[in-house]
């Protein structure tokens, strides 16, 4: 698994999980970074995007509530979801932006639920 997501779980509504990504130099190598998810039954799609510069793009669901970074020394990008919500129930992803097919790992489960 060329980056691996991690840091997912069950969190209730109005809570908060920080999402960690890691990867090799040859992949993170300051590119656009992404964060993507999957909920059941839909397509994968972007949340977030932060470039080497720490410009970032939202998708507008999530903003205000989430917060991409990343530490360009570690070769890492995170992604903290605050004010979760049941609808951000799914798998996220991270990858280069665009995305690469042969860059994508298992994923990390991000369940909403009371």
């Known amino acids: 698994v060329q980056l691996q997501a991690s840091g997912g779980g069950l969190v209730q509504p109005g809570g908060s999980l920080r999402l960690t990504c890691t990867t090799s130099?040859?992949?993170?190598?300051?590119?656009?970074m992404g964060w993507y998810r999957q909920a059941p039954g839909r397509e994968r799609e972007l949340v977030a995007r932060i470039n080497n510069n720490d410009d970032t793009v939202y998708d507008e669901s999530v903003k205000g509530r989430f917060t991409i970074s990343r530490d360009n020394y570690k070769y890492t990008v995170y992604l903290q979801m605050n004010s979760l919500k049941p609808e951000d129930t799914a798998v996220y992803y991270c990858?280069?932006?665009?995305?690469?097919?042969?860059?994508w790992g298992q994923g990390t489960q991000v369940t909403v639920s009371s």
């Open positions: 990858n280069r932006w665009p995305s690469r097919g042969d860059y």
């Open positions: 130099q040859n992949i993170f190598n300051r590119r656009n």
